[in-house]
């Protein structure tokens, strides 16, 4: 685990000092050393976080006849298998024992195919010396980042864009089309960042570059076709599946420890592994601690636990931080107890497992749950009266009641968008000052990847979306980025290739079955965890957000910044005053949408006011 940066193009500056700059600006990814390879048309930079070849894994590493570079970023578990058919084919020597070298020589012959023969998570580039080219990919579900940015006639690219900041071709711009989603989803969904010209790479892609022409290639498409199976095969398949992505996602030379939740998702990694220590966070909230739960499972399973409570202070001390190492703005609560929890498990170890992926895989939201009162309202009431209930029902305070409208205003493709949905088009609109607002509508980002499902059952299209959107842009971003903030790998054993073969495959049934979520996975997982873990309702962190925003402390902190000068180039200031001033009279819960607002005029002071 590491981290990248590098440029393709010339200019009048030291190229050596220049992606050394950008190398130092994610110092963080990879403490333990740093390298680099810089020529007339290339410059790459490296920052090593050492797990694998301890010794010889230095990057970046060159072929043994010195035409290739490549710099690589994650963990390939099946490197080994790679390693040994190369020697078994091609006679192939290799000059270190890392998984770095294995992904180059499979380039020199293979090719173009490589990306789709690794197993793990990825985001590299090489660089062909002779015909000044580039090659370069990113893994299956986008668990590692891979930003890159085309300015002034120079590729710039990266594991953080914040390293982009040190070259000095690259311009800095708030991308006005990407605020009014951010708004809507929490999160960008675009592939073009909050940074105007700065793009992630697609997950399951590979690129190619020759000093013009930038092409991308799908060599993944996750599709579903569903088999006929008994369920307790399938249970038995899910266990036999996991465990033997558990054991790959162990393969390393340092000590692995695991983050543990009260929830099935951890329990179950954890289990299955029984590391020597075990992390998990809370809040001095009573009611927001589920560490009492994994302290239990611990002593049950003769694990160790490490924990540590949040207090209000910690939370909005860190939130500048949390969204400085973000990169785009991130208005997820969970980023911030999941920095602490990497910041405490940072202190023992440089390997945890997590449980991020199952709920997409395996069906775990209740959002995927039916509806029987929601079915007899579409039937019942007309499609243009549900529209118009729904829309009236969205510019008011969150209330169950009105969020039963709003999710049955319309089909799946119209009103579904993933798992959080701040505001609605009009409404983000509304606060938006008018150099900012918006002809795009979020149905507008859903549609292209409903379109590749429309054969599928509900189910089946909100888990694809959320594979594309929720999945790659809110959960692995910040997964990736806080525990890298603390130089800290961390590995998803349910996001492999082998557990999304099985899970494509599943009926609908056994991932939902009326109130039961994650139906055969929980079942499985109830070889290794009591019954209280196996099926506790999925709670994800509990962040009391909404209670410390009525405390004067707090509701001062998010007012003094909604009254900063440039926050109305952005937004409508009377409005959002409004929701804070109502949200600590308790006359609605406006906490999500001035967390959003309020996270991205954090952000944008990070990046173009104080830096």
Request: proline share 3%; hydrophobic share 35%; net charge negative.
């Amino acid at each position: 685990m590491c981290g990248f940066t590098g440029f393709y193009g010339t200019g009048d500056y030291d190229r050596e000092e220049i992606v050394d700059q950008m190398g130092n600006l994610i110092a963080h990814r990879g403490p333990d050393s740093s390298g680099s390879y810089v020529d007339d048309y290339a410059a790459l930079g490296f920052r090593r976080l050492s797990i694998i070849d301890l010794a010889g894994g230095d990057q970046p590493i060159h072929s043994a006849d010195g035409r290739f570079v490549i710099t690589f970023n994650g963990e390939i578990y099946n490197y080994r298998e790679i390693r040994q058919e190369l020697i078994q084919k091609y006679g192939c020597t290799f000059q270190t024992d890392s998984d770095t070298e294995a992904i180059l020589q499979a380039y020199q012959h293979y090719g173009e195919k490589t990306a789709s023969m690794l197993r793990g998570m990825f985001a590299f580039v090489i660089y062909d010396k002779k015909e000044h080219t580039l090659y370069g990919a990113r893994d299956y579900f986008g668990i590692k980042p891979f930003y890159y940015a085309q300015m002034e006639g120079t590729l710039l690219f990266g594991s953080e864009i914040k390293s982009f900041l040190a070259h000095p071709h690259f311009h800095k711009e708030v991308n006005k089309e990407a605020l009014k989603m951010y708004l809507i989803f929490q999160y960008t969904p675009l592939l073009e960042t909050m940074f105007k010209g700065v793009f992630k790479l697609e997950p399951g892609t590979y690129f190619t570059y020759d000093g013009k022409d930038f092409r991308t290639t799908k060599y993944f498409d996750p599709t579903y076709e569903k088999e006929n199976r008994s369920f307790d095969e399938t249970v038995r398949l899910i266990g036999e599946t996991v465990q033997e992505s558990v054991d790959y996602h162990q393969i390393s030379d340092v000590e692995v420890g695991s983050f543990l939740s009260g929830g099935v998702d951890s329990s179950y990694i954890a289990s299955t592994v029984k590391p020597m220590k075990t992390y998990s966070v809370g809040f001095e909230v009573g009611g927001f601690d589920e560490t009492t739960y994994s302290k239990d499972l611990c002593d049950i399973l003769h694990m160790s636990n490490a924990k540590k409570e949040i207090s209000s202070d910690e939370f909005f001390d860190i939130l500048p931080e949390v969204q400085y190492h973000s990169d785009e703005p991130h208005a997820n609560l969970s980023a911030v107890p999941l920095y602490y929890l990497s910041q405490l498990a940072a202190k023992d170890v440089k390997v945890v497992l997590s449980g991020e992926g199952a709920d997409e895989l395996f069906g775990g939201y209740d959002t995927y749950k039916p509806s029987k009162a929601g079915d007899l309202y579409r039937k019942a009431v007309p499609a243009a009266l549900r529209r118009k209930l729904g829309d009236w029902a969205a510019k008011r305070p969150n209330h169950r009641g009105l969020n039963f409208l709003k999710r049955n205003a319309s089909s799946v493709e119209e009103s579904y968008i993933g798992q959080a949905f701040i505001m609605d088009n009009e409404e983000a609109n509304a606060i938006l000052s008018p150099e900012y607002q918006s002809s795009l509508r979020y149905q507008d980002v859903t549609k292209p990847y409903f379109d590749q499902v429309k054969d599928q059952d509900d189910l089946h299209k909100k888990l694809f979306l959320d594979m594309h959107l929720w999945l790659p842009h809110d959960i692995l971003l910040k997964a990736d980025k806080m525990t890298m903030a603390h130089s800290l790998e961390l590995r998803v054993p349910y996001l492999d290739k082998e557990v999304w073969k099985l899970a494509r495959s599943l009926d609908s049934s056994y991932c939902v079955d009326g109130e039961e979520t994650k139906k055969a996975f929980r079942t499985s997982a109830l070889s290794h965890i009591p019954m209280d873990w196996a099926k506790r309702k999925k709670l994800g962190f509990l962040v009391p957000f909404r209670v410390w925003l009525r405390e004067d402390k707090y509701y001062k902190r998010v007012k003094e910044m909604f009254e900063k000068d440039f926050v109305s180039q952005f937004f409508n200031r009377d409005i959002l005053l409004g929701w804070l001033e109502d949200h600590r009279n308790k006359i609605g819960n406006f906490h999500r949408k001035i967390y959003t607002v309020y996270s991205f005029l954090l952000w944008y002071e990070q990046y173009f006011v104080l830096r």
